[in-house]
């Protein structure tokens, strides 16, 4: 016997429900990579920040782009 239009119609909302939950948990894993790329960007400036002798970068910046030698 053929499925009644209202079980056709549970499956698919039940289908549905369960597209939104993996699409939801899709988006927090891209966002948790992003989150930890930028921590990692973060510790390699402090990093290189540290390890900076000279001029600031901000200040060797300026100078490259006026043309200052």
């Known amino acids: 016997m053929p499925k009644s239009l209202e079980s056709r119609l549970n499956d698919l909302i039940h289908e549905i429900t369960e597209i939104k939950k993996q699409i939801i948990l899709e988006k927090s894993i891209k966002v948790e990579a992003a989150q930890n790329k ?5 510790a390699l400036g402090k990093k290189v920040s540290s390890n900076w ?5 901000v200040e060797e910046i300026r100078q490259q782009r006026e043309k200052v030698w």
């Open 53 to 57: 002798d000279g001029l600031s970068a």
């Open 38 to 42: 930028i921590l990692e960007w973060k």
